[in-house]
């Protein structure tokens, strides 16, 4: 088949490229220097897909070409400039299930494809076999099979999970009730600071639940694995959406989740309950603006003086200015606004073919900086924290 017999309506609104290059100027990957090369820029994954529509590129399948698609990483800071209205990270997505159906899955597309399961598995492992990963010949290791890059954070589980534990957090008497949604990384990888949030939530009479759910499906989403986004979708759309009619609110504590509830599910499924669901998502960096603002907080700041880290997804989701007040209202002091792109990308910068183009970003980001960095995504933090020598948190973990 051909690249328009496989590519959506989405996929195919590349033809509506007008090649003025206002994507490039915002674009983290089209801004380093490997970005000399036209074909490595937003504008040049645009006019290649284009190209390959019209019949002018023989080979639209070939490996070079979809590494060249892989250069971007779905930050969105591109959608919001593009005058021909063109969502260029989705018509990359297409491509990229298009690709699926053509060739097959690679190598990396198979982590992502299978990253909770081995989420779940690894956080159930002794800690001495994560540290065997974690080691010198464990790094080589996955490098080699998998290409993940021996310098780049590593996103395994420190051990356990949050399900037994969450439920010997409960306030006694509780005012407020969250059905949460910790998605792969705070339920298995990191379990100990949504506890902790748990935790502090509970001092303030806000009791949180944990519905049946899986992962968010953010990695399927990016990879373009639509088929099995939209089965992960219905099973949290349908469970979560029960604990809204019983009145709840849905709380999120990861950019990947508030992204996905909020504004991916909507559109795979396109139910009412998906859009219902939509409304009732809370962030949390909301829910502490909330709290600090409404005085409820203990106002002693973890750290005087902060920079706050503003990142894609933060950005697109319209959330700096939250944490900012927030952080302000806890009574830190906010020193810088840093709003460059990290090169974490989620998962994407923790590859060695692309660890090169992650570090420079991040050096670009931190160049000049002194003291905590408080940015809003796990990811982004501990990508930043392999680069720069001071103290970075993600924003909900500063108050927890
Ligand atoms: S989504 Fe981000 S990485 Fe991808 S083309 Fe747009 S700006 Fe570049
Ligand atoms: S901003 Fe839009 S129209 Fe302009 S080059 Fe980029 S994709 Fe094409």
Redesign the pocket.
């Known amino acids: 088949m051909s690249l328009r017999e496989l590519l959506d309506e989405e996929g195919l609104m590349a033809e509506r490229c007008v090649r003025c290059g206002f ?1 490039n100027s ?5 801004l380093v220097s490997s970005a000399y090369k036209p074909s490595r820029t ?1 504008r040049g ?1 645009m006019v290649l897909i284009q190209s390959a529509l019209e019949g002018a590129i023989p080979e639209v399948f070939d490996e070079e070409l979809a590494e060249l698609m892989d ?9 919001k400039v593009c005058p021909a209205g063109i969502p ?2 989705d018509v ?1 997505r297409r491509y990229r299930e298009a690709y699926h159906s053509a060739v097959g899955v690679r190598g990396e597309e198979m982590l992502a494809l299978r990253y909770h399961r081995y989420a779940v598995t690894l956080s159930k492992v002794p800690r001495p076999v994560t540290g065997v990963l974690r080691s010198k010949i464990g790094r080589l290791f996955l490098e080699r099979a998998f290409g993940i890059s021996r310098d780049a954070p590593l996103p395994l589980p420190e051990g356990g999970n949050l399900d037994d534990k969450l439920r010997d957090i409960r306030p006694p008497r509780w005012t407020r009730r969250f059905a949460f949604f910790p998605d792969t990384f705070y339920r298995y990888v990191k379990p100990s600071a949504a506890l902790r949030l748990a935790d502090l939530l509970s001092r303030h009479q806000i009791s949180l639940s944990l519905p049946p759910q899986t992962d968010s499906g953010i990695l399927l989403y990016e990879y373009g694995f639509y088929d099995r986004l939209r089965e992960v979708t219905r099973i949290n759309v349908l469970s979560l959406i029960e604990r809204v009619r019983e009145g709840e609110q849905v709380l999120t504590c990861s950019p990947a989740a508030t992204l996905m509830l909020r504004f991916v599910y909507p559109r795979v499924l396109a139910t009412r309950e998906a859009e219902v669901l939509a409304e009732n998502v809370v962030d949390i960096n909301e829910l502490l603006l909330e709290l600090v603002e409404s005085g409820s907080r203990p106002p002693e700041p973890q750290v005087g003086e902060v920079t706050l880290h503003s990142s ?1 997804l933060s950005q697109f989701l319209g959330l700096t200015e939250k944490i900012a007040r927030a952080l302000r209202a806890s009574g830190a002091s906010l020193r810088d606004l840093r709003s460059d792109c990290c090169g974490m ?1 989620g998962v994407w910068g923790i590859y060695a073919k692309r660890r090169a183009v992650a570090v420079e970003l991040c050096d670009r980001l931190v160049s000049g900086l002194r003291g905590h960095l408080v940015t809003y995504s796990e990811t982004c933090a501990s990508h930043i924290q392999s680069v720069y020598a001071g103290p970075v948190v993600s924003s909900f973990e500063f108050f927890v």
């Open positions: 994507c915002v674009c983290p990957t089209s937003s994954r250069l971007c990483f779905g930050c969105n800071r591109c959608v260029i990270p990359v894609c990308g």
